[in-house]
C-alpha cells in the first residue's frame, strides 16, 4: 500500500457463520460496508482464510453515488436480522486497518456496538504480512470457540 493509504477489512461473526461485507469508499468521505457479503461456515477454515485474503486483495470499490443514511446496514440483512442493535447483541465483529503497512486490529465481542471502544488486539511483531495477519485472526476466532 503507498503512503497514506489505509484499507479496512471487516468480518462478523453469528451463529457459527462469519460474514464479509465489501467495504466501498464514499468520494472524499468514509468507507462503507456494500454487497457482495461473503458468507462462510467457520468450520470451512480454507474458504474462510480464501475469501479474507481476497477481499485484502480487491481493495475498495469506489462509490460514485451517495447511499442512503438510513438504509438496513448490508451485513445485517445477510444475517437475516431486522436491525443493527439485533446485530450488536448477537454477533462478533473484527475490524482490520491497515496504513502505510501497519496492522491493527480491533474486536467487539457480543452485546458490544461495533465501533465503540472496541478491544484493540495486539498483534504478534512477527505477524506482519496480510496471510499471517488472518491467520492470527482465525486462531482468536478458534481461541473464542465461536466455530
Not at 6 to 15: Q, R, S
Not at 49 to 71: E, I, V, W
Not at 128 to 141: A, C, K, M, R
Request: hydrophobic share 35%; aromatic share 10%.
Amino acid at each position: 500500500m503507498s503512503t497514506n493509504q489505509t484499507f479496512i477489512l471487516a468480518l462478523y461473526i453469528y451463529n457459527g457463520t462469519a460474514y464479509i461485507p465489501t467495504n466501498g469508499k464514499e468520494p472524499g468521505g468514509p468507507f462503507l460496508e456494500i454487497d457482495p457479503v461473503v458468507s462462510i461456515p467457520l468450520t470451512e477454515e480454507a474458504k474462510l482464510r480464501d475469501a479474507l485474503l481476497s477481499n485484502m486483495q480487491s481493495g475498495h470499490p469506489r462509490l460514485s453515488h451517495p447511499f442512503p443514511k438510513y438504509k438496513i446496514p448490508v451485513v445485517v440483512q445477510a444475517m437475516w436480522l431486522k436491525s443493527w442493535s439485533s446485530m450488536v447483541k448477537l454477533s462478533y465483529g473484527y475490524h482490520l486497518r491497515i496504513t502505510d503497512g501497519k496492522h491493527c486490529l480491533y474486536f467487539c465481542a457480543k452485546g458490544k456496538a461495533k465501533g465503540v471502544d472496541p478491544e484493540r488486539i495486539e498483534l504478534p511483531s512477527e505477524r506482519t504480512d496480510n496471510l499471517s495477519v488472518i491467520n492470527f485472526v482465525i486462531e482468536h476466532i478458534h481461541s473464542l470457540n465461536l466455530g
